[in-house]
């Protein structure tokens, strides 16, 4: 995210994409490299129409402040946490308020790691937006993308 070509390539890529359709994830140790800066690329890029998520969020130690302090649309929920949800209490007291939090900040919500129904059942009931995981699909070579999205 600090990388000034990588905004310019941007920047220049947009006019042939839908930039509404592009989301983004920054990794905290994206940020910590440089923030000033990356604060000024997101900015700049979220100008354009390009949506931002916040990936692997609860892991670092500095998330609630970049969700305070940098234009992101969008939360991800780290497997770590989601994979416990159903057999730790506090597990799911993390995931619970933290979409909660979410939610109050206007931000959509993504939980990683979902691997099962029961779990995306009690993810839909915090009202989690989004979800990846295995439940979904597995990783797949991407001649066999074509055929699982029809």
């Given at each position: 995210?600090?990388?000034?070509?990588?905004?310019?390539?941007?920047?220049?890529?947009?006019?042939?994409?839908?930039?509404?359709?592009?989301?983004?994830?920054?990794?905290?140790?994206?940020?910590?490299?440089?923030?000033?800066?990356?604060?000024?690329?997101?900015?700049?890029?979220?100008?354009?129409?390009?949506?931002?998520?916040?990936?692997?969020?609860?892991?670092?130690?500095?998330?609630?402040?970049?969700?305070?302090?940098?234009?992101?649309?969008?939360?991800?929920?780290?497997?770590?946490?989601?994979?416990?949800?159903?057999?730790t209490n506090r597990a799911k007291i993390i995931v619970r308020?933290?979409?909660?939090?979410?939610?109050?900040?206007?931000?959509?919500?993504?939980?990683?790691?979902?691997?099962?129904?029961?779990?995306?059942d009690a993810l839909a009931s915090f009202g989690v937006d989004?979800?990846?995981?295995?439940?979904?699909?597995?990783?797949?070579?991407?001649?066999?993308?074509?055929?699982?999205?029809?």
């Amino acid at each position: 995210m600090v990388n000034d070509d990588f905004c310019t390539f941007v920047q220049q890529q947009v006019p042939l994409l839908d930039a509404s359709r592009l989301v983004f994830e920054v990794t905290e140790t994206g940020l910590f490299e440089d923030s000033g800066r990356a604060q000024q690329n997101i900015k700049a890029l979220h100008a354009l129409g390009i949506q931002f998520a916040v990936d692997d969020f609860g892991t670092g130690y500095s998330s609630l402040s970049y969700l305070n302090e940098l234009a992101f649309q969008e939360v991800k929920i780290d497997r770590s946490f989601v994979s416990k949800l159903l057999t730790t209490n506090r597990a799911k007291i993390i995931v619970r308020s933290t979409v909660q939090l979410a939610k109050e900040l206007g931000l959509n919500v993504v939980a990683e790691g979902v691997e099962d129904k029961a779990t995306l059942d009690a993810l839909a009931s915090f009202g989690v937006d989004r979800i990846q995981g295995y439940y979904i699909a597995k990783p797949m070579p991407e001649e066999q993308l074509s055929a699982y999205i029809r």
